[in-house]
């Protein structure tokens, strides 16, 4: 796969990335995802769910329960709704069931009651190569950033693509603009122990957002890093979130939670409970 990831003298520029995901978002789900002019608030700073009734929210939990095996509870009667082009955070503390929470959502946990949905599709229900195509359209952010240690910053990214299919005009179409958003362009050919934990937390971004999913999940993604270098990743995922995609944070960071302007649900002793809308 090293063929691809040679740089392009002519790379799609960054600017035609939002109308790109525009698309793939309403081809790939059918779902509505408000385009923004010149003339709109900054989404970053202001930024609604659609007001149209019609939509499909892209994510709603009904009555949700989560009990593990040992008998330990992590979710009681769980109801939440997110709309195409929203940006929650799921605050709470340690243990409370935040990251348990994301991983009912790309199915990696099954619930043991109520119902989930994404984009519609009744993920819980989902096996096999159904599954494996859902998950394709949801971006997953650890916090310990999961990169392959003996690949570059760009096939750690690419390596997604080419394991989806994606010829390698379009990789090479995709990877350098990604590269460009999270500002790595430059260490495309560094190996992650050759960067810092907030350059490797950006290539994990990188990667979770290069086929354009409509959904990104985000687990304690500032969990590793200082304060700098948090308001970097943050600012990342604002900016993903204001060219249409879909941001679910879980995070027990209250400054960064103060600082932003989007709605936030906090998960105490299993229950969530909205504390911002």
């Not at 240690?149 to 750690?156: F, I, S």
């Not at 394991?163 to 430059?186: D, N």
């Not at 990188?206 to 969990?223: C, S």
Request: charged share 25%; proline share 7%; net charge positive.
């Amino acid at each position: 796969m090293t063929s691809v990831l040679h740089r392009s003298t002519d790379p799609a520029p960054l600017a035609d990335l939002p109308e790109n995901v525009r698309t793939r978002l309403q081809d790939r789900f059918k779902l509505v995802v408000p385009a923004r002019s010149d003339s709109d608030p900054d989404p970053v700073l202001d930024h609604d769910p659609p007001s149209d009734s019609s939509v499909l929210p892209i994510v709603s939990l009904t009555d949700v329960e989560k009990t593990y095996s040992n008998g330990s509870q992590a979710l009681t009667g769980v109801n939440l709704t997110v709309n195409p082009g929203d940006f929650l955070f799921v605050t709470g503390p340690s243990g409370s069931g935040k990251s348990t929470l994301l991983k009912l959502l790309y199915g990696y946990e099954r619930p043991t009651g109520g119902s989930i949905r994404v984009a519609d599709e009744p993920i819980a229900d989902l096996r096999g190569n159904r599954l494996a195509k859902m998950r394709r359209r949801i971006g997953i952010v650890f916090q310990d950033y999961k990169l392959i240690p003996k690949r570059t910053v760009a096939e750690n990214v690419a390596f997604v693509l080419w394991a989806q299919g994606f010829t390698r005009k379009e990789i090479h179409r995709r990877l350098w603009p990604t590269l460009k958003m999270v500002g790595l362009q430059s260490k495309a050919q560094c190996f992650p122990d050759e960067l810092s934990g907030g350059e490797q937390q950006r290539v994990s971004i990188a990667r979770a957002v290069v086929n354009t999913p409509p959904l990104l999940l985000a687990d304690e993604p500032t969990g590793n890093l200082d304060a700098d270098n948090s308001l970097q990743v943050i600012k990342i995922l604002k900016k993903l979130n204001s060219i249409g995609i879909t941001v679910i944070v879980t995070t027990h960071d209250e400054h960064l939670v103060r600082i932003s302007n989007h709605p936030v649900v906090q998960i105490k002793n299993g229950r969530l409970h909205h504390l911002r809308r």
